[in-house]
């Protein structure tokens, strides 16, 4: 940074930290976007309302001050403009997810609809691994429901002329986004919010087609024809990947397989992100530029660094929009288009500075993807494969002159270290978002990410080529071995004792420390980075000493869980669906298989109720569980009721129902959500606190009490008949 060489070494007070932002002063620019994305952050966390409003006064007031006291930008030092710099960005990040927020607002359903729906699809993507087809339908004005709805219609029911722009017309059954299950859970209506969507659900018939739709054009043809081909080429659970990793259409992808990925830290395989992009741009740029190197009269003429990147950038678009031009393989191409760039021009194409660019350019454009897992995780790992290789230490092995055993051992260790930091990178993300983290990942990339990148995405690419001559069937063959290769790679890890540990939901301000702990040790190059480690260390300890909930709660009463008593985990009801099971288990850092409450021996159940005690530090708590919503004696409902601790049911309690600490019935859930108990201090987390204060909690509690208030009105209401003349 040029314009900062004016400064000189400062004395007196402050002049410690002074001398280390002057030191560190090329590492700055990514701080900008740390203190934008903090600002966007902040928004998330907080709980609306004035809050958000206080964020964007106070970082505008903070930088306001600085620029008061010194009077212009020319006259502050480097520490006021850092403060200035990063207070402006605080409240800008703020405004710009406010202003996001209420951009995109749509209205969620605000009561389970049963209907004829009508409506042009507007998205289709098959999922024959799941046995249905995904509908994304503009509804008709007429029928008052929301703008954009999704509907998932079964394979058997399918109709393929219902393609994109088709109006159809079919029975369907709608509710609104789901919220999150359980505290800190997914909250599928907050993704619903930012993508326009007011309710989910699904056709119950064959839809009938009123208007056709335009054939699929362009890539959309293209994609699905493509996707066809490969499929038909490899079979099985290796052809859905084979045409993941062409297509993005994960669609034939089947769950055992996919979980398989999760559980062994290959799940970034089948995104078509960073690795993807990156291998088929790299790969375009090495050949451009090594066919062109053949002929001295085009080497003379042209630039071919600036030709060879040309033609890596064309590619790397065409890749994205044939996958479908998904927000990661976005914010990847991105990212690769600005690497290009600097090798283009002869600068470094891997810094900091960079990834900054890269992650502003995505919180410019889509910021409410910073607090999801997406962008968590390929950022996390894009800036930690950077600050590892950045490090003197690395350096100076990567340039040392070896033998080829030296250098292949070489290639393996530097895999292996970044594997394993890559690993303890993502971890943190991982039991944020997911409560579960891999501890083999590490070597599994190591066999997984090369196999990929260098064995089958080259072969699936030089297969294609050759079906143009139909002399592609032994190079499938063997992108099929590889692939099924890969695939038995990731069922044994999957499948390997302690594959994966599970850990209860960490608070927010828990993986606070962790995220700002692992951005002070990657961003920074002087030995102060290391003070990072403190925070990370701290969050750690808070993590492993994090309780696991006595009673958890799903949002509609229907489901409950008791864990944290024993090892194992007691569920209400026989039959829990497994989308509520996960839910309960990840919550409950149990993985295993659940008891059933009437199977259990410390409770004792009735046709209505379920009864059991709680064994606390300081006291016991006795439990009273309703099994379902039959009536029930009100006198004989409050007696049980007073002798109890607390009283669950997943309907509505009358008054006299009055437990000694809490009464947790329909009408509470209603205003709370989820909840999660803790008995030792009585606490009590719920969704509710998590989301409130932002509109896809607030305006879908509004909109249900609305229709709440007109049924009743419509229920207590008199008709008023006519008299005869």
Known sequence: MASLSRFSTPVGLGAATDSFILAERDQLPPWIVVAFGAGIAAWFALPGGDWHWAVIALGAAVALAVL????????????????????????????????????????????????????????????????????????????????????????????????????????????????ASLPGGYSFAQRAWFD??????????????????????????????????????????????????????????????????????????????????????????LVTLKLLALFPPLARAWRLPLVAAGAGALAGICYTLLTGAEVPTIRSCAAAMLVLVALALGRDPVSPRLIAAGAMLVLLIWPETLMGPSFQLSFAAVTAIVALHDHEAMRKWAAADLSWPGRLARFLGMLFLTGLLIEFTLMPIALHHFSKAGLYGALANMVAIPLTTFVIMPLEAFALMLDLTGWGAPVWWLCGAALNALLALAHMVADAPGAVTLFPKMAPWVFALFIMGGLWVFLWRSRVRWLGLAPIALASTLVALQPVPDLLITGDGQHLAVAGQSRQMVV?????????????????????????????????????????????????????????????????????????????????????????????????????????????????RTVAADHRGHPWWDRAMDLQEAARVAKRAARTSVPISTPPR
């Open 68 to 179: 008061g006291l010194h009077g212009s930008w020319a006259a502050m030092e480097l520490g006021a403009r850092c403060m200035f710099v990063a207070a402006l960005m605080l409240a800008l990040g703020a405004a710009h997810m406010a202003w996001r927020a209420e951009r995109v607002a749509a209205d969620p359903l605000a009561a389970p609809w049963f209907g004829v729906l009508t409506g042009r699809v507007i998205e289709r993507e098959m999922q024959p691994a799941r046995g249905q087809v995904r509908l994304v339908v503009r509804t008709a004005p007429v029928l008052g429901l929301p703008k954009t709805v999704r509907v998932n219609l079964d394979l058997t029911r399918d109709e393929p002329q219902a393609r994109l722009g088709a109006m159809i017309s079919g029975r369907a059954r709608l509710m609104p986004p789901a919220q």
């Open 196 to 285: 326009g969507l007011g309710a989910t659900g699904s056709m119950l018939d064959r839809p009938r087609v009123l208007q056709p739709g335009q054939s699929a054009g362009g890539f959309d043809s293209l994609r699905s024809r493509l996707s066809a081909h490969i499929q038909a080429q490899i079979g099985g659970g290796a052809g859905g990947i084979a045409a993941t990793l062409a297509t993005g259409d994960r669609g034939a992808i089947s769950e055992d397989d996919a979980e398989a990925m999760r559980r062994s830290g290959l799940a970034h395989l089948l995104s078509i992100s960073g690795l993807h992009v990156t291998a088929l741009i790299g790969a375009v740029w």
């Open 572 to 684: 209400l009801r026989s039959r829990t669906g497994d989308f509520a099971l996960q839910a309960l288990s990840e919550s409950a850092a149990f993985e295993g298989e659940a008891v059933p409450m009437a199977e259990w021996s410390k409770a004792t159940c009735s046709a209505e109720f379920c009864s059991f005690t709680l064994t606390g530090r300081y006291r016991d708590y006795s439990v009273l569980v309703g099994r379902n919503r039959e009536r029930v004696p009100e006198r004989a409902l409050a007696a049980a009721c007073r002798r109890v601790d607390i009283v669950i049911a997943g309907r509505w309690l009358p008054r006299s129902c009055r437990p000694r600490w809490m009464k947790v019935d329909r009408a509470l859930l209603a205003k709370t959500g989820g909840m999660a108990l803790y008995l030792d201090g009585q606490t009590v």
